[in-house]
């Protein structure tokens, strides 16, 4: 069975970067896609970005447009996300999640194993 874990997270102030990496244990997800996702306190988890299983498409949030990069290293079995310019609204748990498919989307239901979270909180 496949697990992800999370590391990364923090405490910053707005406009800085944080980088955050998911890795599997047991079985890689080295042939499916991977997601991010993250949950505000008092709102529904969300999608933030995915990669497909090769690194060649990539989706986001409209809102994360132009700050955040997904992207990963299939040889070490990593997805990294690449936070730039967070702001206090970027504050949440992000999970990230290995999809069934090999490909890129923000389907929640299409995603299989996911990881525990690791905390971002962005102080204004």
């Known amino acids: 069975q496949g697990q992800l874990k999370e590391s990364g997270g923090g405490l910053v102030q707005a406009g800085n970067s944080l980088t955050l990496s998911c890795v599997s244990s047991g079985r890689t997800f080295s042939n499916n896609g991977v997601g991010w996702f993250r949950q505000a306190p008092g709102k529904e988890r969300e999608f933030v970005a995915a990669?497909?299983?090769?690194?060649?498409?990539?989706e986001y949030l409209d809102s994360v447009k132009g700050r955040f990069t997904i992207s990963r290293d299939r040889v070490k079995h990593v997805v990294y996300l690449q936070m730039n310019s967070l702001k206090p609204e970027d504050t949440a748990i992000y999970y990230c999640a290995s999809n069934r498919r090999a490909t890129a989307t923000a389907a929640m239901n299409s995603y299989q194993y996911w990881g525990q979270g690791t905390q971002v909180t962005v102080s204004s």
């Open positions: 990669i497909s299983w090769n690194g060649g498409t990539t």
